[in-house]
C-alpha cells in the first residue's frame, strides 16, 4: 500500500484546511486507517483513525471537535478536515494505514505534508 498525502499549507489560526490522502496497492488489506502529526521536538502523535468495515472513528482530545476524518467509502482516499485551527496544530501531518496481508500485518506510512498555523 502506497500514501500520497497533499493539501497542506499555511494558514491563520481560526482558519481551517482540508489534507488528502491517496491510498493505492492492495486496499482491501487495509484494517484501519488514520492520520497521525510530529511537531519539531515532539514525538509523533496519532491524530485521529477509522477502522475499517465498523467504520469507529477515535480523536485524539486535543483535536475533538475541531477535526473530521473520512474517506470515499473505496479506501482510495482518505480525509482530515481541520478547522478552527491552532498554533499548537503546526506540524508535519502523515496519513497511516495498518493491514493484513499475506499472512503478515503491516502498517504504511506517507510523507508527510506540512501544516502552519499563524497566531
Known amino acids: 500500500v502506497q500514501l500520497v498525502e497533499s493539501g497542506g499549507g499555511l494558514v491563520q489560526a481560526g482558519g481551517s484546511l482540508r489534507l488528502s490522502c491517496v491510498v493505492s496497492?492492495?486496499?482491501?488489506?487495509?484494517?484501519?486507517m488514520g492520520w497521525s502529526r510530529q511537531a519539531p521536538g515532539k514525538q509523533r502523535e496519532l491524530v485521529a483513525t477509522m477502522t475499517s468495515g465498523s467504520g469507529t472513528i477515535i480523536y485524539a482530545d486535543s483535536v475533538k471537535g475541531r477535526f473530521t476524518i473520512s474517506n470515499d467509502n473505496t479506501q482510495r482516499t482518505m480525509y482530515l478536515q481541520m478547522n478552527n485551527l491552532k498554533p499548537d496544530d503546526t506540524a508535519m501531518y502523515y496519513c497511516t494505514v495498518d493491514g493484513y496481508y499475506a499472512g503478515s500485518n503491516f502498517r504504511s506510512w506517507g510523507q508527510g505534508t506540512q501544516v502552519t498555523v499563524s497566531s
Open positions: 496497492g492492495i486496499t482491501s488489506s487495509i484494517k484501519t
